[in-house]
């Protein structure tokens, strides 16, 4: 029998704190985003690591390409409505959505109801399917009422607060509390952590200086942690700091927060 997940819709934050366990039976359907599919396979195969590890049965729909953030950010709503009217068909039946990406999950969340605003139909889906996506920390902490997942990593490591994620779902512990619960990892904050790391998708793009300037001003406040890794959960900030990182020369790691819960 499914169980009713909490609900954050419409416009309102989840806060990470809050409490809502799911039978660790359950299937868990994995959106693994463009970024993942194309440039970060690892980070799915991490996810699929950790979640297996607690007990879940993992579920990859064939079908998903895009969650339309791209279209939906240039200015092109049909295309992007497109999209996401076949996410919409993918993952209608899934019980559960887990996506490695804060921009991604509060795309649906929170956007797709500003795509089909005129179609009550189609917002009638989004708002039904929408209960039931989750960022990958918020579903760890809240919906699986984990912190503590047995990864070990000998390191020392700085968290980065993505954009969508701090400001569009509102999450912030959820990460540094399972972060703090790897073996061996020493988590040291940056200052100002939440600021953001320039890229922006296609804001990247258009405004390039202002990006780099953006990214060094980032990079900065990494290297005055004195940590040998930078974690965050979203790929896109992962490729924008780590490219700065290594145009740099500097030997620090950029890694989803998947790949280090994954790590023994």
């Known amino acids: ?75 092109y709503p049909d295309e992007a409505r497109a ?12 019980e559960a959505i887990v996506v490695p990406s804060g921009s991604c999950t509060a795309m649906i969340i929170h956007h797709f109801a500003e795509l089909f605003e005129r179609d009550p139909t189609a917002l009638a889906r989004v708002e039904q399917l929408s209960e039931r996506v989750w960022e ?21 490591a700085t968290f980065h607060d993505g954009c969508h994620a701090l400001r569009e779902l509102g999450i912030q512990s959820a990460a540094r509390r399972l972060l703090r619960h790897v073996r ?25 200086e202002l990006s780099g300037a953006m990214a060094r001003t980032k990079i900065e406040a990494i290297v005055r942690t004195g940590a040998n890794i930078v974690v965050s959960l979203d790929p896109s900030c992962l490729m924008q700091i780590q490219g700065v990182l290594s145009r740099a020369g500097l030997k620090i790691r950029g890694l989803h927060l998947a790949e280090v819960l994954a790590s023994r």
């Open 136 to 156: 990958f920390s918020q579903f760890l902490t809240v919906v699986a009422g984990a912190e503590d997942v047995g990864a070990h990593l000998e390191d020392v």
């Open 83 to 94: 999209v996401a009217r076949h996410f919409l068909d993918v993952f209608e039946a899934s």
């Open 1 to 75: 029998m499914r169980r009713a997940f909490p609900r954050i819709w419409p416009n309102v934050w989840v806060r990470d704190d809050e409490g809502g366990r799911l039978d660790m039976s359950q299937r868990v359907s994995l959106f693994v985003t463009c970024m993942v599919d194309q440039l970060f396979p690892k980070i799915g195969l991490a996810m699929v690591e950790v979640l297996e590890r607690l007990g879940f049965s993992i579920d990859f729909p064939e079908a998903q390409t895009c969650c339309g953030q791209p279209a939906f950010n240039s200015g």
């Open 184 to 208: 061996g990892l020493e988590l040291r904050e940056m200052e100002p952590a939440g600021e953001c790391c320039g890229f922006g998708g296609t804001f990247s793009v258009k405004f390039a």
